[in-house]
């Protein structure tokens, strides 16, 4: 074949074509060399300007638009071992999150915590690799336990990938110093008790203002005399106490004399909160409204209403957290706020990527949640408070 040096072998003397050449071979694959040519720039600032690697080099924006359109027009892809010799870089993040009980314990798929628990994983991790895959990136998945813990885990992160996403901190001093003197970039998503740190990336839900505006909702639903219902394996992070302050807003926003609230720690196993619940109502009186900050406690609560015969949401309306799809699928459906948690992930992974790359950390975010109304609460909309 003529006209195509790259699909034809020169030393073939019979005239046919070589083996893997012809029409359809596959073409010399482009190099950064091609692309310096293109652009008429030297190779380093090629790479300079592909890895965002500026440490004593200033390239001019014209230049930077030539390597560009140089890369577009020979369809040219870095290899990983390409950038990672000329960055140090692998190119990777990882995605560390907790898991419950042991590493080499089966997730109990008829538990319904550890359904909504994988739920969120799912989310966190697409959330993750939409930003990640986006720039090129690999996504790693790490878990810690008991077993694996984060310093264990940071001493051997190094080795593989640039940076850590790190979903749903822990209330815990000695983690928090570890995340801060980490040599890795960092981004949390959650809520933290400690001091926010300017090395580290930050994205968490306004748990306040959460908290207000589902106690605004049952206010305005005609609620009086309001349950919030708390996991009490969670009473103490810093998301559940922002949640009860917001709530405590809500109620002091209004001058009714008759609008009241009690605080109650539940655990999250459905029948010893079921039973906990019914203990409570029992001294305290039937409430007619139910604020649950988490876990399964909506449908602990409901199972508990009914044995009292308090219908949903004629007697008691009742708004969940965490809102989740067995939500829409209860009798009555439960009101809930959901949280951006895929949403999250994604703007972490941007956030923590722009840090590996720029060597800065950028601003903290911070989102709200939504509030999904539904039969429970009878109630659609979230007052404007004075």
Same mark, same amino acid.
């Given at each position: 074949?003529?006209?195509? +040096?790259?699909?034809?072998?020169?030393?073939?003397?019979? #005239?046919?074509?070589?083996?893997? #050449?012809?029409?359809?071979? +596959?073409?010399?694959? @482009?190099?950064?060399?091609?692309?310096?040519?293109?652009?008429?720039? +030297?190779?380093?600032?090629?790479?300079?300007?592909?890895?965002?690697?500026?440490? #004593?080099?200033?390239?001019?924006?014209?230049?930077?638009?030539?390597?560009?359109?140089? *890369?577009?027009?020979?369809?040219?892809?870095?290899?990983?071992?390409?950038?990672?010799?000329?960055?140090?870089?692998?190119?990777?993040?990882?995605?560390?999150?907790?898991?419950?009980?042991?590493?080499?314990?089966?997730?109990?798929?008829?538990? @319904?915590?550890?359904?909504?628990?994988?739920?969120?994983?799912?989310?966190?991790?697409?959330?993750?690799?939409?930003?990640?895959?986006? !720039?090129?990136?690999?996504?790693?998945?790490?878990?810690?336990?008991?077993?694996?813990?984060?310093?264990?885990?940071?001493?051997?992160? #190094?080795?593989?990938?640039?940076?850590?996403?790190?979903?749903?901190?822990?209330?815990?001093?000695?983690?928090?110093?570890?995340?801060?003197?980490?040599?890795?970039?960092?981004?949390?998503?959650? +809520?933290?008790?400690?001091?926010?740190?300017?090395?580290?990336?930050?994205?968490?839900?306004?748990? &306040?203002?959460?908290?207000?505006?589902?106690?605004?909702?049952?206010?305005?639903?005609?609620?009086?005399?309001?349950? !919030?219902?708390?996991?009490?394996?969670?009473?103490?992070?810093?998301?559940?106490?922002?949640?009860?302050?917001?709530?405590?807003?809500?109620?002091?926003?209004?001058?009714?004399?008759?609008?009241? &609230?009690? /605080?109650?720690?539940?655990?999250?196993?459905?029948?010893?909160?079921?039973?906990? &619940?019914?203990?409570?109502?029992?001294?305290?009186?039937?409430?007619?409204? *139910?604020?649950?900050?988490?876990?399964?406690?909506?449908?602990?609560?409901?199972?508990?209403?009914?044995? =009292?015969?308090?219908?949903?949401?004629?007697? /008691?309306?009742?708004?969940?957290?965490? =809102?989740?799809?067995?939500?829409?699928?209860?009798?009555?459906?439960?009101?809930?706020?959901?949280?951006?948690?895929?949403?999250?992930?994604?703007?972490?992974? =941007?956030?923590?990527?722009?840090?590996?790359?720029?060597?800065?950390?950028?601003?903290?975010?911070?989102?709200?949640?939504?509030?999904?109304?539904?039969?429970?609460?009878?109630?659609?909309? /979230?007052?404007?408070?004075?």
């Amino acid at each position: 074949m003529a006209g195509n +040096s790259n699909n034809t072998n020169s030393s073939n003397r019979g #005239g046919k074509p070589s083996k893997g #050449g012809g029409k359809g071979a +596959s073409k010399r694959r @482009v190099t950064i060399m091609d692309v310096a040519k293109e652009a008429g720039v +030297s190779i380093a600032a090629v790479s300079r300007i592909l890895n965002n690697s500026y440490d #004593g080099f200033s390239a001019r924006e014209e230049t930077k638009q030539r390597v560009y359109a140089a *890369v577009k027009k020979l369809g040219y892809t870095p290899s990983r071992a390409a950038v990672r010799l000329a960055t140090g870089k692998h190119q990777a993040v990882a995605l560390c999150y907790p898991i419950h009980g042991h590493d080499d314990v089966p997730i109990n798929t008829s538990s @319904v915590t550890a359904t909504l628990l994988q739920l969120d994983q799912m989310l966190q991790i697409h959330g993750a690799i939409r930003s990640a895959s986006k !720039v090129g990136y690999d996504l790693v998945l790490m878990t810690r336990s008991e077993e694996r813990t984060i310093g264990k885990l940071l001493a051997n992160a #190094g080795e593989s990938v640039d940076g850590i996403i790190y979903v749903n901190p822990e209330d815990d001093d000695t983690v928090s110093e570890q995340l801060r003197n980490s040599e890795l970039p960092i981004a949390v998503v959650g +809520s933290m008790n400690y001091k926010e740190d300017e090395r580290i990336c930050s994205v968490s839900v306004d748990e &306040f203002t959460a908290g207000r505006m589902a106690m605004g909702h049952l206010i305005v639903a005609g609620a009086r005399k309001v349950i !919030v219902a708390v996991p009490e394996e969670r009473s103490h992070e810093a998301a559940i106490v922002d949640r009860v302050e917001g709530i405590a807003h809500a109620v002091n926003s209004y001058s009714d004399p008759s609008l009241s &609230f009690t /605080v109650v720690n539940l655990p999250e196993d459905m029948e010893q909160a079921k039973a906990a &619940f019914l203990n409570h109502i029992g001294a305290w009186g039937d409430p007619d409204g *139910v604020l649950t900050l988490g876990g399964v406690l909506p449908f602990a609560i409901s199972k508990a209403l009914e044995v =009292e015969r308090l219908r949903i949401p004629a007697q /008691v309306k009742l708004v969940g957290f965490d =809102e989740n799809p067995m939500y829409a699928l209860h009798n009555p459906p439960i009101t809930g706020i959901r949280y951006p948690v895929e949403e999250m992930c994604r703007r972490a992974t =941007e956030m923590l990527i722009e840090r590996i790359r720029t060597g800065k950390t950028p601003e903290p975010a911070l989102m709200t949640p939504k509030m999904i109304a539904r039969k429970s609460s009878e109630a659609s909309e /979230v007052p404007m408070f004075r």
